[in-house]
């Protein structure tokens, strides 16, 4: 018995170092995953991402001819400068960007406000407004181009003259290009907002609501002092994706208005940016382009981070 007590006592020290060791090596294991997996990631981002932005920064300050690269400093941002079609590009980008936040910024936010306040068929509505986000781009903008037919055959101008109002020629018209380009995109567009803002909402406490109740809040009051607060991080971040994703527009002047539009009227930067590079055969003015966009961009994001609350 005694030996079986001191073998006991022999045998177990033996044991701890195991343990240890396999902790070690578990810890190892997980290591060399967790960073294997985060170099594929920044591999993929390198090659995929900043190599082509690096690239077209090059690209900007070069002319190639017949296979010959040569530099050639500002020489392409000059003739940027001059091109007929670089005005009126940027004018309708900032145009459509504006618009869009006044009608696609607010309208997605008012209508998940709604239907968050529905007790009934809450679901069925959700999949309605999400429902012309699954149709594919170009489909959903080729209807809205029989849509905007500028005679009585078209959908809208059929209604406005039911109603004896007077017709419009859509994006044949230099007045009209942007505001109909704005309305397709937000149609398309608008559903995926509305789910990322009823998210937020449905994470706001219901006891805010009721206490701004007992102090005699209407509606529109526990809008702007409860909502609106509670909500204004998801706001802000959709705000800033807003403006970026809506300054590279481009697939709506190509289907609605065949690229330019009349006298230029939906020509935007990076239509242009495709009309210098597969049209022109100019892939350094299309360079030069994205460069100017790349930068515009950033240069309003890191405004936008400054200014922004600090808890945000």
């Known amino acids: 018995m005694d030996g079986a007590v001191r073998l006991d006592h022999a045998v177990r020290p033996a044991r ?29 981002f390198a090659v995929f991402s900043w190599y082509p932005m690096v690239r077209e920064f ?24 001059h091109d007929p079609s670089f005005a009126a590009a940027w004018r309708n980008t900032v145009t459509f960007t504006l618009l869009a936040l006044l009608i696609g910024y607010a309208l997605p936010f008012l209508i998940a ?5 529905l007790r009934h068929a809450r679901g069925y509505l959700r999949a309605l407004v999400y429902l012309p986000v699954m149709l594919p781009p170009a489909s959903a903008l080729l209807l809205f181009r029989f849509a905007y037919d500028p005679g009585e055959g078209g959908i809208f101008n059929h ?3 039911a109603a004896h109002l007077p017709t419009s020629q859509w994006v044949q018209s230099t007045t009209m290009t942007q505001p109909s ?18 998210a937020a909402l449905q994470n706001i406490p219901g006891e805010l609501y009721e206490a701004a109740e007992l102090d005699g809040a209407g509606v529109l009051r526990r809008l702007w002092h409860v909502t609106v607060p509670q909500t ?13 994703a809506t ?32 049209k022109q055969n100019d892939l350094n003015g299309a360079a030069a382009l994205g460069v100017m966009l790349m930068v515009v961009l950033a240069g309003f994001s890191i405004a936008y981070a400054r200014l922004s609350p600090k808890q945000d």
């Open 16 to 44: 701890a170092p195991a343990r240890t060791s396999s902790k070690t090596g578990s810890r190892i294991r997980s290591t060399v995953t967790g960073h294997a997996f985060l170099i594929g990631a920044v591999a993929c």
């Open 58 to 81: 090059v690209m900007s300050f070069q002319r190639t001819r017949r296979g010959v690269t040569t530099w050639v400093g500002w020489q392409n941002y000059e003739r940027l400068w």
């Open 113 to 117: 406000v709604l239907l968050n306040e």
């Open 159 to 161: 209604l406005l003259h």
């Open 181 to 198: 380009l704005v309305l397709a995109s937000t149609w398309m567009n608008v559903g995926s907002s509305i789910l990322v803002y009823l």
């Open 232 to 244: 204004r991080l998801i706001l802000s971040l959709m705000f800033l994706l807003q403006v970026v």
């Open 247 to 278: 300054m590279q527009v481009f697939i709506e002047p190509l289907i609605l208005a065949g690229g330019a539009g009349v006298e230029d009227s939906a020509t935007s930067v990076v239509y242009l940016m495709y009309q210098h590079a597969f």
